[in-house]
């Protein structure tokens, strides 16, 4: 069982349109933009990875904190989805995020995210109790996305410190200091969300120099990997079995239909290959696979297997330093 | 058809010492008519329905009258809560547990929602510990839809 943790779930809305002009030139403008195209989904990393790993057959439980009623339509959703919920419900209305996509364009969305709604401090041992019960069952705990309002900096830090205790390991994929306050407890492996702010804690990732030597400190903290994404069709992974591994897809950004969700999409593709027993290495590459086949599809992710292994002959990997 | 192609994965619960003041929280948000209770195993230990707290709240003395209509309220209702909202939901849960299993058929699991008077039963695996839950809707929409 995949146990994958979604602390500020979002309920996704895309809208495709002809145009998305942004710029308003007259005053009093007002600017109406009819959608050809809507959709909704449960969203948040935690929880595409889970979706993800459910299309695969992988038994796999979300859990979080849902509120009101987009919260209901996001337990929904995934329930359909084979995914199994066990959320902590709290008060106010699970946040919702607005992807729209402008046509021929659709690799420069335009994102709109809400805060999300504060998880209030009552909360917080409630969920951390059912966290310890189910992760002790678990083969690998995700930990996926923005910490909500009200959650400590350090809380991804602690969950990997209890999933540790009963010998699980820990992936953290998300940004900021989420992340980098996770790195002493030790996690498995951790996928640093750096399109805000080119940076991983106090280091740079501009450059595929930048993203080793930050993958190296962050081995040198105890983590077991570090995946970095660098520009829209590169990925770096840092580990010391392996070395460095880079990751590159033949792929031109025109091909590109939907950004959201391709991410999620790679820790999805490596999360699964690593339970088949591939190596990191060439798990990343099929979770490159998936990244691309997602981004290239309208839906947030390609759960098509056959579409995946054709991108795969599209991702090239170059190891150094390592067997 | 079998309780697995019905169920909800929904594992939503309560713990044993969960106040009950959290529990009615619980069951307001998450829209569900009950909430299987489980041990630090998951193991379901009990299950907890409006009914149950609604019953706990309720004065004993209706049990002999055939209508209360004409009583005054005197706000009993709000003060029996306010006493029991912190009490652990082990004092209230029902046990022993009527549960299924994923490989019980659609029949077994409508004839127990219907025979034991029952919203919804949880769906436990070989060690009893939550797979999800089947309420009413769940056999009729699903029985609906293999059709």
């Known amino acids: 069982m995949i146990l994958t943790v979604t602390v500020n779930p979002t309920l996704d809305k895309f809208y495709w349109v002809e145009e998305l002009p942004l710029r308003l030139e007259e005053p009093e403008e007002t600017v109406l933009i009819r959608s050809e195209k809507s959709s909704t989904s449960a969203g948040g990393k935690g929880i595409n990875v889970a979706v993800f790993l459910a299309a695969q057959g992988v038994e796999t439980v979300a859990m979080g904190f849902l509120g009101g009623h987009t919260g209901q339509i996001v337990l929904q959703d995934l329930l359909a989805r084979g995914v199994s919920g066990n959320f902590l419900w709290i008060p106010g209305e699970t946040r919702v995020n607005v992807t729209v996509l402008a046509r021929g364009k659709e690799y420069h969305p335009l994102l709109i995210h809400e805060a999300g709604t504060p998880v209030p401090p009552s909360a917080i041992p409630l969920f951390l109790k059912k966290f310890e019960r189910m992760a002790r069952d678990a083969e690998y705990v995700v930990l996926g996305g923005a910490l909500a309002p009200g959650l400590p900096v350090d809380f991804y830090r602690i969950l990997v410190e209890k999933a540790s205790a009963y010998g699980v390991p820990t992936i953290v994929h998300a940004g900021g200091e989420a992340v980098t306050r996770a790195l002493p407890a030790r996690p498995f492996l951790v996928k640093p969300d750096v399109r805000e702010e080119l940076s991983f804690g106090d280091m740079p990732v501009r450059t595929t120099e ?33 070395g460095v591994c880079f990751l590159e897809a033949d792929v031109p950004v025109t091909e590109f239909r939907n950004l959201v969700g391709s991410d999620d999409a790679l820790v999805g593709g490596l999360l699964g290959r690593l339970l088949a027993g591939d190596s990191l290495c060439q798990a990343a590459r099929y979770g490159m696979g998936a990244a691309v086949a997602s981004a290239k599809v309208e839906e947030k992710l390609c759960l098509d297997p056959e579409a995946i292994a054709r991108e795969m002959a599209t991702v090239s990997v170059r190891q150094v330093e390592g067997r | 058809m079998k309780v697995r192609d019905l169920m909800r994965r929904d594992l939503t619960a309560v713990e044993v010492d969960t106040p009950v ?7 307001h948000q998450s829209g569900l008519p009950s909430l299987p209770v489980v041990d630090e195993q998951g193991k379901v230990v009990g299950v907890v329905a409006e009914r149950d707290l609604m019953r706990a709240i309720l004065p004993g003395y209706v049990d002999m009258l055939v209508s209360t209509s004409f009583l005054p309220s005197l706000n009993q209702l709000s003060r029996k ?32 929602l219907i025979r034991k008077g029952l919203r919804q039963v949880p769906v436990i695996d070989e060690r009893g510990r939550l797979l999800g839950t089947v309420r009413r809707i769940d056999v009729l929409e699903g029985l609906g839809k293999a059709r």
């Not at chain 2, 003041?21 to 069951?27: E, K, N, P, S």
């Open chain 1, 210 to 242: 930048e993203i080793i030597q930050a993958g190296r400190r962050a081995l040198e903290l105890g983590v077991g990997a570090c995946l970095v994404s660098h520009r829209l069709t590169g990925d770096v992974l840092v580990s010391p079995e392996e």
């Open chain 2, 21 to 27: 003041a959290q529990v009615i929280y619980l069951l």
């Open chain 2, 81 to 112: 809560l306010q006493e029991i909202g912190g009490l652990p939901i082990s004092q209230f849960m029902v046990r022993p547990v009527v549960s299924v299993r994923p490989e019980d058929s659609d029949l077994h699991v409508a004839d127990l």
